[in-house]
């Protein structure tokens, strides 16, 4: 290519073979020296050329570079011609290195320049667009600051630039600044400036003064409508939208594709499913052609809600419209469909795209998530560490990371979870708040304290810790690793509570025995105004069957249903049957499981049995027989404890017949395991062999501990139970 423009160059030249050009001292060149890297021998004669054609001859190479190896090449030539101080070619090579990506080799260019000749404004404007459009807010500010104090003063080009960079940023006090530099310059009625000013008080959530400014505006085009309607679309407010949308019809102008864009999304973000799908169908009546931005927002409305047969009809009028081939809108399909668990229609329609992106990658990921399938997400994921499309080689981000960490998170998979979270932390991915939450609650449930503390110290150090997620997944953290103090600590200096920060402290307390302080913290609960749902009341049950508080067990279940007009679940039933059983009350528990709406389950029928053996009542153990006989379980739970319960009473037949029948129906039995974590080193005592091997093997591990723990196990005694399958438990006895 750079030869082919050489000898456009020739021939310009060669049009004035006797005469010199006059050449501005700072660009004068042969083009020998201009473009000896191309040809390995001078040419025949030096010709020199005017400044103008200089800079078309550049630019014109500059329009045509198709990768970044070339604008790389001119800028050697630029810096060899002397050329690279001209505010023109450098702000274009600054603009072509921006659209690769380029942002410190463009800041280089710029650097670059000397600063008598910065006052030319397109070349402010090319690097303050090169970082404002990559993300480097600060840094385009930090500009403006240097452009200020050297006494150059902004354009209505320059201007957009640093008040989207401050919207960005976040910050009212510095966006209002801006907007008095903007007043104090004369840019008042400016149609871009006050554009970008409506649009930086929208992302800021400042609708009132958007709307001051725009009444006071003289001239209004589409675009000043538009970010209107779509500055309360982002603050949740399709009432506002609504507002303006007919404001705009009334003055006589037509609204435009992009307007009905930001109306639905309006409605789709604040839940608004059926009103989103009405206007959409006042939008196919209109006439105006719907654009893929559309259809992509009335596509997760179908994700949203369940109308997958609305989502396939909508698909239908895409491979009719010929929307197939927008990147988004395919996205947005494989969304809902995998949202629906129609997963072999997402599968099938990620691998009919030719080039995927992030996002592609993420709805199939988030799709398998979704539905518990751990290792096809993974699968995917790494799928995607792997791919290399079109030579551009995908990464996965917080999103792809965050997905996979909370499905192996949520079926129970720790360890798993925490080893992908740890090579997240290898890749330098920074951890988000969803992330956070998953992580605390695999340490909830390992009861891993350490690395939880390590989590909370991250959470504040990356200014999480006030997140509603991480706050209550701290509180769970805590609470259920018996840190009473800590999690009350948390809670209590967290200036929102929703339910689930309740819920978690009065589940914290229960489940550890103490039925006081959980029902105390109810009351809390209600005087501070929160309702309570089926869940608090699930983890009131709970804690009153864990204390033995049966009077106020029965009077919780019953102000469920009278005062707070909640309909007993299974759950509830189960935590009654088993507050009941453990109190010894059988009949009465007995009479619950007979008479409740709902058909009882393993858990209730389990709760009822665990009952009758606490207490030694076959009676009610041989009603219950035939009722766990005719469920469908999946474990061995029932089976082991009516085997346990008859081989108690010395029925060795049925108690090895129960066995027999648990190993007959296929059902296995997960084996327990125990762990020793010290010195953030977690140490699982698996023993395998005869019993006598067994007994050796946990003499030597005992003795083992006692040596090299000897600090940690002074004043305690070590109790070692076979469990079975070569698993031993270790308990800590005081």
Request: charged share 20%; with cysteine.
């Amino acid at each position: 290519m750079l030869n082919f423009a050489f000898d456009r160059l020739i021939s310009i030249s060669s049009q004035f073979p006797f005469k010199s050009f006059n050449v501005l001292s700072k660009f004068t060149c042969s083009i020998y020296l201009s473009c000896k890297h191309f040809y390995s021998s001078p040419p025949p004669y030096q010709i020199f050329v005017t400044s103008n054609e200089l800079l078309d001859f550049f630019d014109g190479i500059l329009r045509q570079c198709p990768t970044v190896l070339q604008p790389r090449q001119v800028h050697t030539q630029l810096l060899v011609t002397g050329a690279h101080q001209s505010a023109f070619l450098a702000a274009k090579l600054i603009a072509k290195y921006a659209c690769f990506g380029f942002v410190m080799d463009a800041r280089k260019v710029f650097d670059a320049i000397q600063v008598e000749d910065l006052e030319n404004l397109l070349l402010w404007n090319s690097i303050l667009r090169a970082n404002v459009s990559h993300g480097y807010y600060e840094y385009a500010l930090e500009l403006y600051v240097k452009m200020r104090k050297l006494g150059f003063w902004p354009d209505g080009f320059s201007f957009p630039l640093i008040i989207r960079a401050c919207s960005y940023m976040g910050s009212p006090t510095l966006c209002k600044i801006v907007h008095c530099h903007a007043l104090q310059m004369g840019f008042r009625n400016h149609l871009h400036v006050v554009n970008e000013l409506l649009n930086m008080y929208g992302k800021l959530g400042q609708m009132n003064d958007a709307f001051q400014l725009f009444e006071r505006m003289v001239l209004r085009s589409h675009v000043s409508w538009n970010t209107m309607v779509s500055g309360y679309a982002l603050n949740h407010d399709p009432l506002g939208a609504s507002n303006i949308f007919k404001q705009m019809e009334l003055e006589g102008l037509q609204p435009n594709a992009v307007t009905w864009t930001s109306l639905l999304s309006s409605h789709a973000r604040c839940g608004l499913y059926e009103r989103t799908l009405e206007l959409f169908k006042v939008l196919r009546m209109s006439g105006i052609e719907i654009s893929a931005e559309t259809l992509a927002v009335v596509l997760s409305v179908c994700a949203d809600m369940d109308a997958i047969d609305r989502g396939k009809e909508l698909h239908s009028y895409i491979i009719k419209g010929g929307y197939e081939d927008y990147l988004f809108v395919k996205n947005a399909l494989i969304g809902t469909y995998g949202k629906h668990g129609h997963l072999d229609d997402a599968h099938k329609l990620f691998f009919e795209i030719k080039i995927k992106n992030l996002i592609s990658w993420n709805a199939l990921i988030s799709s398998y998530a979704e539905f518990g399938l751990c290792d096809e997400a993974l699968s995917v994921f790494s799928q995607m560490e792997k791919s290399d499309d079109h030579q551009r080689v995908m990464r996965p981000n917080v999103i792809s990371w965050s997905a996979v960490i909370g499905v192996f998170a949520s079926r129970g998979r720790s360890e798993e979870s925490l080893e992908l979270f740890r090579k997240m932390q290898a890749a330098k991915v920074m951890a988000n708040c969803v992330t956070i939450a998953s992580i605390l609650s695999v340490c909830a449930e390992l009861a891993a304290l350490n690395l939880g503390k390590e989590i909370h110290g991250y959470t504040v150090r990356a200014l999480m810790d006030e997140n509603i997620l991480v706050v209550n997944g701290l509180i769970n953290m805590y609470m259920k690793c018996g840190c009473f103090k800590e999690g009350h600590l948390v809670f209590n200096n967290t200036k929102i509570r929703d339910l689930i920060s309740w819920n978690s402290i009065i589940g914290g307390f229960g489940m550890h025995g103490l039925g006081e302080n959980a029902l105390e913290t109810f009351d809390e609960m209600i005087k501070s105004g929160m309702k309570p749902d089926n869940i608090t009341f699930v983890v009131v049950l709970s804690a009153c069957s864990h204390a033995g508080l049966v009077a106020e067990g029965r009077e919780y279940f019953d102000r469920m249903v009278r005062e707070f007009k909640i309909q007993p679940y299974i759950e509830h039933y189960a935590c009654m049957v088993d507050l009941l059983g453990r109190a010894g009350l059988l009949q009465e528990a007995s009479e619950i499981v007979r008479t409740m709406p709902v058909e009882p389950n393993e858990c209730i029928w389990g709760a009822l049995l665990n009952s009758c053996r606490m207490h030694k009542d076959m009676d009610i153990t041989e009603e219950i027989v035939s009722h766990i006989l005719s469920l469908k379980c999946e474990g061995t739970g029932s089976y082991m404890l009516l085997s346990n319960i008859y081989a108690e009473s010395g029925r060795w037949n049925d108690s090895a017949r129960f066995k027999i029948l648990a190993k007959t129906k296929g059902l296995k039995k997960i084996p327990g395991q125990s762990w020793i974590e010290h010195n953030k080193i977690t140490e699982y005592p698996d023993f395998s062999g005869k019993y006598e091997v067994e007994l050796n093997a946990i003499l030597l591990f005992s003795c083992h501990l006692k040596c090299r723990h000897e600090k940690f196990t002074a004043g305690y005694m070590v109790k070692f139970t076979i469990i079975g399958d070569g698993i031993c438990t270790v308990n800590w006895m005081k």
